[in-house]
């Protein structure tokens, strides 16, 4: 079974940061275009970043533009979301999975969901 294991939430005050992590089982994710999305409770899951199968690039919502990057270490086998200046409003489930179709940011497009790592921010 193809599966992602999401690690590195928690709990942080505002303006602080988080490194999530994303480890693959089954397979070697550099195959793969990968994304991060978010749920917050009684919210629609809403895509965060995802990186391309072939060249690293990413693109970002534009709710974490300049403050979040996602990264992809081959050699580890895992792909990384640096958080930055958190906000409470990024309090969320964030999720990764894998581009199985048409679409950047879609959830539709996206299977194997990770079980998702909770990152809360409050003061």
């Known amino acids: 079974q193809l599966q992602f294991v999401e690690s590195g939430g928690g709990l942080v005050q505002p303006g602080g940061s988080l490194r999530l992590s994303c480890a693959p089982s089954?397979?070697?994710?550099?195959?793969?275009?990968i994304a991060w999305f978010r749920q917050a409770p009684g919210k629609e899951r809403e895509g965060v970043s995802r990186?391309?199968?072939?060249?690293?690039?990413?693109y970002y919502a534009d709710a974490v533009k300049g403050r979040f990057t996602m990264s992809r270490d081959n050699a580890k086998n895992t792909v990384y979301l640096q958080m930055n200046s958190l906000k409470p409003e990024d309090t969320a489930v964030y999720y990764c999975?894998?581009?199985?179709?048409?679409?950047?940011?879609?959830?539709?497009?996206?299977?194997?969901w990770g079980q998702g790592t909770q990152v809360t921010v409050s003061s």
């Open positions: 089954g397979f070697t994710l550099d195959y793969y275009a």
């Open positions: 999975a894998v581009q199985t179709g048409g679409g950047i940011l879609v959830p539709s497009a996206y299977d194997y």
């Open positions: 990186i391309s199968s072939t060249d690293d690039s990413v």
